[in-house]
């Protein structure tokens, strides 16, 4: 069913999807998301092709998000993209809900929840892509795109707005990212999320006293 053309044929369709997205979540995101999954397909005992797919097309819908200025949910919009993609393609019908399903509930603050173990293994692959050193990376390209400062530890980031010159990697690790360890969903998500977590913890240290002048 999901042979190499058919999916080099997603690939493709979904890449110019992702032309659209900002730089923290165009191909190579998806790339990583998909390799991860798969790995945690695996070692929890997913579908591995129904993780696979779900993983490819998972943020397709932030385009028009992005255009509405997030009236438009990305994972419920990209997951009725994903369901009209996968009928183009004539896969089978069980098979383009499961996927479906698994888009519709990524999202972190998402309204529904994960409940198979493919909606799960794609929900914590995505998330462990936001930890370690490539989510702190993303996190400076995203605090790039919004313009904002290198380092603000000096502020009450509680009281700072999204999407301005406040909206550092720092805020999004404390506000955010520092949360993401105690949501995950599979016994394989949460070993790689403490470790990845724990590497942030010791990289924003490091920068704390950096900026400080201590070393």
Known sequence: MLD???WQRLKERARKLYEENGGSHRMDHVERVVALA???AREEGADLKVVKVAALLHDIGRGEEARSRGRVCHARYGAELARKILEEEGLPPDFIERVVRAIRRHRFRGEESPETIEEKVLFDADKL??????????AFLFAGEVGARLHNPEVD?????P???????????????????DRMLTESGKRLAEE???FMEEFFDRLNREVRGEC
Do not use: M, N, P, Q
Not at 129 to 138: N, Q, T
Not at 163 to 181: I, N
């Open 157 to 161: 980031l509680k009281k700072t707005e």
């Open 163 to 181: 999407y301005s010159s406040e909206d550092t990697a720092w805020r999004e690790f404390k506000l955010k990212l520092s949360k993401v360890k």
């Open 4 to 6: 190499s053309r058919l």
């Open 196 to 198: 990845r977590h724990r």
């Open 129 to 138: 892509d936001s930890l370690g050193a490539v989510g702190i990376g993303r």
């Open 38 to 40: 798969e790995r945690l």
